[in-house]
């Protein structure tokens, strides 16, 4: 079969929340996008799903707020912190805000942007689509991908390749660009249930007897809840029994119980996030850039991965079409972007270490034989 091969000013790898976001925005101002996603759709099982101010301003600034609205969000009115059963600290939101977090399911996201981009000629979206190889000119600068849709081999030309595959980023690898990355000492089971009847949207911290829980609610009627576990315990801990491992949220939250054993019968209702943090050493390359998860994975501390990345793309877009438009797309005057993100992201990733730190001697200690 014959090679298809297309052409754009930029090819974003990843469709996640940074790549559809600065593929919307590239469009908008007429660039030519090609954005490649390995999955066939928008459906993401557990992900960072909430966003806070800064990124609802974004989105409202980009027009796009009341799009992702339409399709459902739920806007979370406080956030409790748990003793056991006991509230011992409430956080409600500032005088000029009406939440203190957004839930915003990440197919509704995604949609909404792809939905927007679409109305653009110059933009377009190909799920099934796995990057294999970066192509290189031969001074080294990077020149587009190679990549298989639905079995069959695709070449893209591009002035800028985008790396925002995620915190496995292929492109990063491909790249061969130096990662540092940073365990934390635990990892978090997710799982969800149904909420009861008069849940309030409501994010619901939990100390109880050493454990430590999470309970987010959700649009459409639903509530993840996430477990703090002793890192690299999720193989051990699944040969056991789940009965006791479910005692403390019941402890906690007896209203829960019935639903928590009606849909939590097996180790196979939890999804395990590895925690990790990263940071690459260089997030531009001539040809290429990372950012989101690829250029610097988040631990869950706070919930502000997803904040991280779209931010990237709002702070990279102006930057990249400016460049493309004086046609100076050298690594150099594209460090700017990396300058401008890299602190704030160091600062992000010290300050979940600092929260982290406070709770560490508190995380469950489930055994790891
Ligand atoms: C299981 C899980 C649970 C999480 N839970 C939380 C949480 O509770 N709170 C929180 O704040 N953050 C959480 N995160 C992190 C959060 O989801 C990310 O920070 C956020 O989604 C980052 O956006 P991104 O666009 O940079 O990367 P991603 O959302 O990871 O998107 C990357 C995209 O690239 C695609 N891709 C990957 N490789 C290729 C390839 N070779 N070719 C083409 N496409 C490719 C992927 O399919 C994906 O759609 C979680 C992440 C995971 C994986």
């Given at each position: 079969m014959d090679k298809l091969k297309l052409q754009a000013d930029v090819c974003i790898v990843g469709g996640g929340p940074a790549g559809t976001l600065l593929g919307f925005l590239l469009a908008k101002k007429g660039v030519s996008t090609i954005i490649i996603e390995r999955s066939s759709g928008v459906n993401r099982k557990f992900r960072g799903e909430h966003i806070n101010s800064e990124t609802e301003a974004i989105l409202k600034e980009h027009q796009l707020f009341e799009k992702i609205e339409e399709l459902g969000i739920l806007k979370m009115k406080k956030v409790e912190f748990f003793a056991g059963k006991h509230i011992v600290n409430t956080i409600t939101p500032s005088i000029d805000e009406d939440h203190?977090?957004?839930?915003?399911?990440?197919?509704?996201?995604?949609?909404?942007?792809?939905?927007?981009?679409?109305?653009?000629?110059?933009?377009?979206?190909?799920?099934?689509?796995?990057?294999?190889?970066?192509?290189?000119?031969?001074?080294?600068?990077?020149?587009?991908?190679?990549?298989?849709?639905?079995?069959?081999?695709?070449?893209?030309?591009?002035?800028?390749?985008?790396?925002?595959?995620?915190?496995?980023?292929?492109?990063?690898?491909?790249?061969?660009?130096?990662?540092?990355?940073?365990?934390?000492?635990?990892?978090?089971?997710?799982?969800?249930?149904?909420?009861?009847?008069?849940?309030?949207?409501?994010?619901?911290?939990?100390?109880?007897?050493?454990?430590?829980?999470?309970?987010?609610?959700?649009t459409g009627g639903f509530i993840q809840i996430g477990w703090n576990i002793e890192e690299g315990a999720f193989p051990s801990l699944r040969k056991q029994s789940l009965q006791p491992f479910l005692e403390p949220l019941i402890e906690s939250f007896p209203e829960l119980k019935e639903l928590v054993l009606q849909h939590l019968q097996t180790w196979n209702n939890f999804v395990c996030l590895k925690v990790q943090s990263s940071r690459s050493d260089t997030w531009v390359k001539d040809g290429l850039i990372i950012i989101g998860d690829a250029a610097h994975t988040m631990t869950p501390t706070g919930a502000i991965g997803i904040n991280c990345g779209m931010k990237d793309a709002h702070v990279l877009a102006p930057i990249l079409t400016k460049a493309l438009l004086e046609k100076n797309i050298t690594a150099h005057r594209l460090k700017i972007f990396e300058k401008n993100r890299k602190t704030e992201i160091k600062e992000q990733q010290e300050m979940q270490m600092k929260q982290e730190a406070s709770f560490s001697g508190k995380f469950a200690q489930f055994a790891l034989n």
């Open positions: 203190v977090g957004i839930h915003v399911p990440q197919a509704n996201l995604l949609s909404a942007m792809n939905q927007e981009s679409g109305q653009y000629e110059n933009y377009r979206l190909f799920f099934n689509t796995t990057v294999t190889e970066l192509m290189q000119d031969d001074r080294g600068v990077y020149t587009g991908v190679k990549a298989i849709r639905d079995g069959q081999e695709i070449m893209i030309t591009s002035s800028v390749v985008v790396g925002a595959d995620g915190r496995y980023s292929t492109v990063r690898k491909l790249a061969n660009i130096p990662t540092v990355e940073m365990t934390h000492g635990y990892d978090v089971l997710w799982a969800k249930i149904p909420a009861p009847a008069g849940w309030e949207p409501t994010t619901r911290m939990v100390l109880v007897n050493g454990h430590q829980l999470a309970l987010f609610t959700q």
